[in-house]
């Protein structure tokens, strides 16, 4: 209908967000015309704010909506060990685990041919720049088990090579609850490959 342009434009936009189809984008819009007048506002604020309050942190690049950031400023974490991930997202994975300590560094992405993502896209300088200055004893590179982290990882370890750290890379494996016959082949050699002793 073309004097709907207002929900035609919502739906466009919400089409943008990814995983969001067409029809998804639809029911959301729709949905919207329900909520009431002060439940929009907090969302556009909520949308206003997303990009004038959080910004990268500039010492590890990990969103943040203060002057550094809470994993940086927190003095009780392992300053000999840092991890390197390819997205803020990650860093909120591994901590939602409690299984990890140390420091941390965010890419904001990964070594990509087809994404158009090269050296000087991602946030390697400031990482080299912290391992010079920093007394890491290991940096766990823990880019994603695709063909474009391991491209990543692949080019940290070559660049760390020059450094005194001992670099380690996440171990790949079964899912856990998961059955043999489900498993694909590069994840089963993968873990054959890190076997250990028990």
């Known amino acids: 209908m073309d004097n709907l342009k207002s929900l035609d434009n919502l739906i466009e936009n919400l089409y943008k967000l990814p995983g969001v189809g067409k029809k998804s984008a639809e029911r959301m819009a729709y949905s919207l015309l329900d909520f009431s007048d002060d439940d929009l506002q907090d969302i556009a604020k909520s949308i206003s704010e997303l990009k004038s309050k959080i910004h990268f942190c500039p010492i590890c690049g990990m969103i943040t909506d203060i002057d550094g950031c809470y994993i940086c ?8 060990t840092l991890m390197v991930v390819c997205y803020p997202k990650d860093v909120m994975s591994i901590e939602k685990s409690n299984c990890f300590n140390g420091q941390y560094h965010v890419l904001n992405g990964e070594l990509s041919i087809s994404k158009g993502m090269d050296v000087e896209g991602l946030n390697i300088d400031s990482l080299l720049s912290r391992v010079e200055k920093s007394n890491f004893k290991e940096i766990i590179i823990a ?5 474009d982290g391991e491209t990543t990882s692949a080019y940290l370890n070559k660049l760390l090579q020059n450094y005194n750290v001992n670099v380690t890379r996440l171990a790949y494996g079964l899912q856990i609850g998961g059955n043999l016959d489900y498993v694909d082949p590069l994840t089963l050699s993968k ?8």
Do not use: F, Q, Y
């Not at 400023?73 to 000999?80: L, P, T, W």
């Not at 873990?191 to 028990?198: D, N, V």
């Open 73 to 80: 400023d927190d003095k009780n974490r392992d300053e000999s």
């Open 191 to 198: 873990a054959l490959e890190g076997r250990h002793k028990i």
């Open 143 to 147: 880019t994603n088990p695709t063909v």
